[in-house]
């Protein structure tokens, strides 16, 4: 199984990017697919998670839009508003089956990860 994230890149603040996440190795269509981040310096933190629905952290919640391509199985983040703090390499991940966590221990699989830079 690889997840292969793409679409990273530098972006002034308030701009826009797009995250893409393709799976191959198995269909994730029944699992929770997710983004996480890493700031330097800081811990891994969850983003959004999408099943059934979605779930955002509060600190994206209203900018950032997680969808996912069950045919193609790959997920997207899409990022608007973008802020200096949303710096970051930006992971995705599978949790198999359909119990939602945001949790970054309980994920199976992740993607190699595609580093925003938002300048100010």
């Known amino acids: 199984v690889q997840l292969q994230a793409s679409g990273g890149g530098l972006v002034q603040a308030g701009g826009s990017l797009r995250l893409s996440c393709a799976a191959s190795?198995?269909?994730?269509?029944?699992?929770?697919m997710a983004w996480f981040r890493q700031a330097p310096g800081k811990e891994r933190e969850f983003v959004a998670w999408?099943?059934?629905?979605?779930y955002y952290s509060d600190s994206v919640k209203g900018r950032f839009t997680i969808s996912r391509d069950n045919a193609k199985n790959t997920v997207y983040l899409q990022m608007n508003s973008l802020k200096p703090a949303d710096t970051a390499v930006y992971y995705c991940?599978?949790?198999?089956?359909?119990?939602?966590?945001?949790?970054?221990?309980?994920?199976?699989?992740w993607g190699q990860g595609t580093l925003v830079t938002v300048s100010s």
């Open positions: 999408s099943g059934i629905t979605a």
């Open positions: 190795g198995r269909t994730f269509s029944k699992d929770v």
């Open positions: 991940a599978v949790r198999l089956g359909n119990y939602y966590s945001t949790a970054s221990s309980e994920y199976e699989y």
